[in-house]
């Protein structure tokens, strides 16, 4: 079984569903001849040729509004917006039609569309190039938002996205882009949208999270030597409640991170969610540790911004010690 980054396992879903798959096309800026900006589509304009990889112009809602046609159509495009910040001008072919359609026309038209989009920070990169809209497209009805944390997961969860009848927005964590490597099966498999995984059982304390910061929960609960249970969401819409519930059920305890802005993210949602299923076992408050209420910095402050070890770990110890 190779031992594969987040990129690799996303270029293989990619190849083995075009293989599969005649309608499945890509389109995007770079992603031909160049292999896109983050090299994910590497080798696959040479493999299967310029009507199939479609080098696109600079216009963001064009990729969306073409893409949906041709998925109206009978294909399976899949665009990538080169960076999470580029989804603006995208945003109303995204949530006016592409979420809608299926209610629009009375199930008479679907949209089987996947959107690859890079999201987060952690890279130094410039503004526009370090956000994470994720809460925004979750608050559109009729679309499915997902985010891996893993190679593994990468994989099996972009073919889901791919077969799906609707659309979906297929969140990539740049920062873990190469970050590690994870064995990952040549062979095809799915993992199942709105699922979400039981990263590490535990039963003092439930911390949830999504994308890269998975791996700053990891090593902050390594570090506390507490007896945690790390869930990664996977899918953010639909929302995974039942997994989620069970655990703090469990432990009594619930930490939510992640990198988007505090107000109105994806731990606000959960926190409601927790205190209305568990709120009889809950034993302290529900803490979260997320980016800060302001636009992402530029680099020199870019990891201050972010949730890490450090910060996680003060949760932790306060929640531990209610």
């Not at 879903?13 to 090299?39: K, P, S, W, Y």
């Not at 960076?83 to 089987?112: K, N, W």
Request: with cysteine; proline share 7%; charged share 20%.
């Amino acid at each position: 079984m190779a031992q594969l980054t987040l990129v690799q396992a996303i270029n293989l879903a990619l190849t083995q569903e075009m293989e599969r798959d005649d309608r499945v096309m890509l389109i995007g800026e770079d992603i031909g001849i160049n292999g896109g900006v983050f090299r994910v589509t590497e080798g696959l304009h040479e493999r299967f040729g310029c009507t199939r990889v479609v080098d696109a112009p600079l216009a963001e809602s064009g990729i969306i509004g073409t893409s949906i046609g041709l998925a109206m159509g009978g294909l399976r495009p899949i665009p990538e917006i080169q960076f999470e910040g580029f989804l603006g001008p995208a945003y109303d072919q995204i949530c006016t039609h592409a979420a809608r359609m299926r209610s629009r026309t009375r199930g008479g038209l679907t949209v089987p569309l996947t959107i690859r989009v890079p999201i987060g920070g952690g890279i130094h990169a410039p503004e526009l190039h370090s956000d994470s809209p994720e809460a925004i497209f979750t608050h559109n009805p009729g679309m499915k938002v997902v985010m891996p944390a893993s190679p593994y997961d990468a994989k099996g969860l972009l073919i889901s996205a791919i077969r799906d009848p609707d659309p979906v927005i297929f969140f990539e964590p740049k920062r873990i882009y190469r970050a590690f490597r994870e064995e990952v099966p040549e062979a095809e498999y799915t993992v199942p949208i709105g699922k979400a995984r039981v990263v590490r059982e535990g039963g003092e304390m439930t911390m949830v999270s999504w994308g890269a910061t998975v791996v700053q929960c990891m090593n902050a609960i390594e570090a506390s030597g507490r007896d945690i249970e790390l869930i990664d969401l996977r899918t953010i819409n639909p929302l995974d409640m039942d997994t989620v519930a069970a655990s703090v059920n469990k432990t009594g305890r619930a930490i939510i991170t992640h990198e988007a802005p505090m107000t109105c993210g994806i731990g606000a949602e959960l926190s409601a969610r927790i205190m209305e299923q568990c709120f009889l076992n809950l034993q302290a408050p529900v803490q979260r540790v997320t980016g800060f209420d302001t636009i992402m910095p530029y680099y020199k402050l870019e990891l201050d911004y972010l949730p890490d070890a450090e910060r996680i770990g003060k949760a932790i110890a306060e929640t531990a010690a209610y």
